[in-house]
């Protein structure tokens, strides 16, 4: 069977005059981790925070207690040197650092964010260099980016090169409230029936509306920023977004 419904909510819809108030809310709400959405307006248009505001922000939700699990900061790093920024995250308190093939696969190999370098970095390297810091492994792909990308490095025999976690973006990656994009949905089910117990996120226009159709395709970790911090009742958003996922898992 496909992995559990994990629901993550991104902070980017939130009232960030009361960050702190509102992720304690929403992992009250039943919300399983919290979607931290990075930019750097070099990788994408838009900006919005950084390490710093990780920092202020884990005091207020507890740390998860097994990989994966409650609680688990999910930052999503829209940024074009990935690899600067590991350990800086790290130290905040992020858990799941998703970075951009994208970005891996133009970036530098520098550790540090006042480092220049000649070398480069590539998705494998990367991904073993967060678990070499303690942190799970994303890795996204943006609409127009194949799937085929990431069957090597999925089946790399290395299991440190392989990342916990695959995120198909469903909207352009910049900004909160955009259409949902159908059209990325088979890349999803390829992951899924190649891949039955990876864990498989979307990310772009997911709400009450979209949910069947992103579940039916196989994806368990459902990203929805404005559906929840939006909503009357953000618990009932939070569970039919679930009960959606568990009951197409396969």
């Known amino acids: ?11 980017l ?3 960030f005059a009361a960050l702190g108030a509102a992720c304690v809310d929403t992992i009250g709400h039943k919300a399983d981790w919290l979607h931290i959405d990075v930019m750097d307006g070099h990788f994408v248009p838009n900006m919005t925070f950084g390490a710093p505001v990780v920092t202020k922000i884990r005091p207020h939700v507890e740390r998860p207690k097994a990989a994966l699990g409650k609680g688990t900061f999910d930052c999503h790093m829209m940024i074009a040197e990935p690899k600067k920024w590991v350990k800086d995250f790290q130290k905040a308190g992020c858990d799941l650092y998703c970075f951009h093939y ?3 696969i133009t970036s530098t190999a520098a550790e540090n964010p006042a480092d220049l370098s000649e070398a480069k970095t590539n998705p494998k390297e990367l991904i ?5 810091h303690g942190m799970l492994a994303g890795i996204a792909i943006k609409p127009d980016t194949p ?4 069957w090597d490095i999925l089946k790399s025999s290395e299991k440190r090169e ?9 909207v352009y990656p910049g900004f909160g409230g955009q259409k949902f994009m159908a059209s990325e949905l088979p890349k999803v089910k390829a992951l899924r029936d190649k891949y039955p117990d990876l864990n498989i996120e979307v990310d772009g226009g997911l709400a009450e509306g979209t949910i069947d159709q992103a579940a039916e395709a196989g994806a368990n970790v459902i990203v929805a920023g404005s559906a929840v911090f939006g909503a009357k009742d953000p618990a009932e958003v939070i569970q039919k977004l679930r009960e959606a996922v568990e009951k197409r898992r396969r």
Do not use: G, N, Q, W
């Open 13 to 15: 819809s939130a009232d």
């Open 162 to 170: 392989v990342p916990d976690m695959v995120l198909v973006m469903t």
């Open 1 to 11: 069977m496909s992995p559990k419904a994990i629901i993550a909510p991104s902070i």
């Open 128 to 132: 073993r260099y967060i678990h070499d």
């Open 102 to 104: 994208e970005a891996a």
């Open 147 to 150: 799937v085929d990308v990431l």
